[in-house]
């Protein structure tokens, strides 16, 4: 059975934090659609969807316009990926209660979303370092 894999965004695909000053800007539409890729991320993303695997993307977005930057920066970086796959939760959430499938992995750089996607009963990979590729 081919697994199922949930890629966090920000800190896993999207380089968030190198050019981060503040608060408000984070939350900008310009900010968010134009974050550096992490390619190594980006590419196994695009290597497992290759190899047949389903990868969903499962990011908190803070408002309507981060979540409508995050869907244009998937759109230019990870195409491949369908709009029924994408799950941005605007505000905060527990990402294990928005799941689509009832197995998967979830690779993350939160430990706190990594806990409550084991505590779910799913496999999490949790990064330690922005941008590090996940090794599966």
Not at 81 to 101: D, S
């Amino acid at each position: 059975m081919k697994t199922n894999y949930y890629f966090d965004m920000d800190g896993v695909l999207a380089d968030f934090h190198s050019n981060y000053t503040d608060h408000a800007q984070a939350l900008s539409y310009d900010y968010i659609a134009n974050l550096a890729p992490f390619t190594g991320n980006v590419q196994l993303a695009k290597t497992l969807i290759a190899n047949g695997h389903k990868v969903y993307i499962s990011s908190l977005a803070a408002n309507e316009d981060a979540k409508q930057a995050k869907l244009d920066w998937l759109a230019k970086y990870l195409p491949e990926i369908p709009a029924y796959r994408i799950i941005i939760i605007v505000g905060h959430g527990n990402k294990a209660k928005y799941m689509k499938t009832k197995t998967g992995t979830l690779i993350d750089d939160k430990a706190t979303n990594c806990r409550q996607w084991e505590k779910a009963g799913h496999k999490a990979i949790c990064l330690t370092t922005k941008g590090m590729t996940a090794q599966l």
